[in-house]
């Protein structure tokens, strides 16, 4: 089959699936993306999240593989480093200079070599737009000769490595104020047009030095899961992602592919009382009933995870007990069982009681019911949220489930418990949900006010650290010492409940290869892997 013909037949095909997928009839088995004809060398993607750049500086690939670009480290499928355009790196005893070696066989799409200078550029251009890239703790990138770069910090940032492996390179020469929607990179695919709100279209590289992918052609379309369903009943798309909701449909000529994911949901929990204090912007602090840790871990223990599982989310979930379950970071200590009658006892020994029998507990005056938002539209946050709030009703906690805003949200979390929802590749996010002096600022991270000079300490640690074993140390300390903790177990600001599982309708004949653990977000980890995606038949 002739490139051209199979570029019409894409396009036309976005067209129709962007304009009239929601007339899509069951049955219709035309198919563009599995390529027509004997040679299956392409492929039709429908994701809902489209991206705003395709900039690494901009925070294109961030937590994500940029596709286009390489990154010098990279993770495997375990979630272990690897090198990609890099040979090698080191940290010197200071843990303050990081020195990497670049591969001599790397090539950006229009023929220019990959260089040292390249990649101290593609840095500091990141650190100067202030974007989703955290660079503040990097004092400069400086390529040494053609295939050394040394980066200097300000301080030992043991997470920098995993700021490394999630920035794509860019090419100096090749940058400039449209680089966003015409990019040029040196990963396993090369950028050919963008249609916003419609269509992605990409290319294999052929000169890639990984190898060329196998598939050649990939048009990703951005729909909304019922018009990617709706999309997959008419044959329309190879790979779709879909909803729990919908996932429990048979659809002929597809497989359901369930991936596992920490992109967990949780209820954030004010931990201080309403005092009249108010944030920065002037929104209110606190919540006289959730600033209890009482009332906070009984709602943990009360919980049967699996059950919300199995009943909000269709079986499409398992339980969540962090935020970064099953990452090598994470703390296997702050499991916890559901223990009803010991939440219960939680309670009791507070001296919270029924005393009107309304079935709501009440201590000086006070009753233990209050709000717990969640953004309105999202199905998966109300269903989890409304699920945890009924269970809770044993124990004689009342949770009014609200949905809003995120703009509403955005001033009201600080003082009531939100429906929020977290997960990356990377330790670096549990600092930013608890460490002390990011607490009630206006982002969402640690809206309850969490502060603790413990787990400060550990923090500071494993930032500092010289070695991936330390800092992982740190990192484990920090959510439970035996003591104390940001787990459920100890201060619990947050309770967490589930992770979602990421699902996608996928052709038969298509393999997705293996897919690491997904980070928060089912669009763009599916991704990660593109070039290893092959047809089988």
Request: glycine content about 8%; some cysteine.
């Amino acid at each position: 089959m002739k490139r051209n013909s199979i570029w019409k037949g894409l396009l036309s095909f976005v067209l129709a699936a962007v304009l009239c997928v929601g007339c899509a009839k069951e049955g219709n088995s035309d198919s563009i993306g599995s390529g027509d004809g004997e040679e299956k060398n392409s492929v039709t993607i429908a994701i809902s999240s489209e991206p705003t750049t395709l900039d690494p500086c901009q925070g294109w690939g961030h937590g994500n593989t940029p596709l286009v670009q390489s990154t010098l480290v990279r993770y495997d499928a375990d979630m272990n480093v690897v090198n990609d355009l890099a040979t090698g790196y080191t940290l010197d005893e200071t843990g303050l200079i990081w020195t990497f070696t670049l591969r001599t066989d790397a090539f950006f799409t229009d023929g220019e070599p990959v260089t040292a200078s390249d990649v101290a550029f593609t840095f500091e251009t990141a650190k100067a737009a202030q974007a989703s890239v955290d660079l503040t703790f990097m004092e400069k990138a400086e390529a040494v000769d053609e295939t050394t770069v040394v980066f200097t910090l300000s301080k030992p940032t043991s997470v920098f490595l995993n700021t490394v492996a999630s920035l794509g390179i860019v090419p100096e020469h090749a940058y400039h104020e449209d680089y966003g929607t015409n990019p040029i990179g040196s990963g396993p695919w090369k950028f050919v047009q963008w249609n916003p709100q419609e269509q992605l279209l990409l290319e294999a590289n052929e000169s890639y030095y990984g190898g060329a992918p196998s598939i050649q052609y990939v048009t990703i379309v951005f729909m909304d899961e019922d018009a990617a369903f709706a999309a997959v009943k008419a044959g329309q798309v190879d790979v779709a992602l879909t909803a729990a909701t919908l996932a429990t449909a048979d659809v002929d000529g597809y497989e359901l592919e369930r991936v596992t994911s920490v992109d967990n949901r949780g209820f954030t929990l004010p931990v201080s009382p309403n005092e009249g204090k108010l944030t920065e912007s002037g929104q209110p602090i606190g919540n006289d009933v959730t600033c209890h840790l009482e009332i906070r871990q009984a709602i943990a223990y009360a919980l049967d995870r699996q059950l919300v599982a199995d009943v909000a989310l269709n079986g499409f979930a398992t339980p969540c007990y962090s935020e970064n379950d099953q990452m090598p970071w994470n703390n296997p200590e702050v499991a916890i069982e559901t223990d009803v009658e010991y939440a219960k006892k939680l309670l009791a020994d507070a001296g919270w009681e029924d005393t009107d029998g309304d079935g709501i507990l009440e201590k000086d005056g006070i009753k233990a019911s209050f709000t717990c938002l969640y953004p309105s539209g999202d199905s998966v946050r109300q269903a989890v949220a409304m699920a945890a709030a009924e269970q809770v009703k044993e124990i004689g906690i009342q949770i009014t489930v609200e949905g809003t805003s995120w703009d509403d949200i955005m001033k009201r979390m600080f003082s009531n418990a939100v429906m929020m929802g977290w997960g990356a590749a990377t330790p670096y996010e549990s600092y930013c949900l608890y460490y002390s002096a990011g607490a009630l600022k206006d982002d969402y991270y640690n809206p309850e006010g969490y502060m603790s000079s413990v787990t400060d300490q550990y923090f500071s640690a494993a930032m500092e650290a010289l070695t991936m074993e330390d800092a992982y140390q740190n990192w484990k300390l920090a959510q439970w010492d035996g003591k104390t903790g940001t787990a459920m177990k100890g201060e619990c600001p947050w309770v967490w409940i589930v992770n979602v599982d990421h699902l996608y309708y996928v052709r038969e004949g298509l393999d997705i290869g293996q897919q690491t653990i997904h980070p928060h977000g089912s669009s763009m980890p599916l991704l990660q892997n593109l070039s290893d995606w092959c047809w089988t038949e």
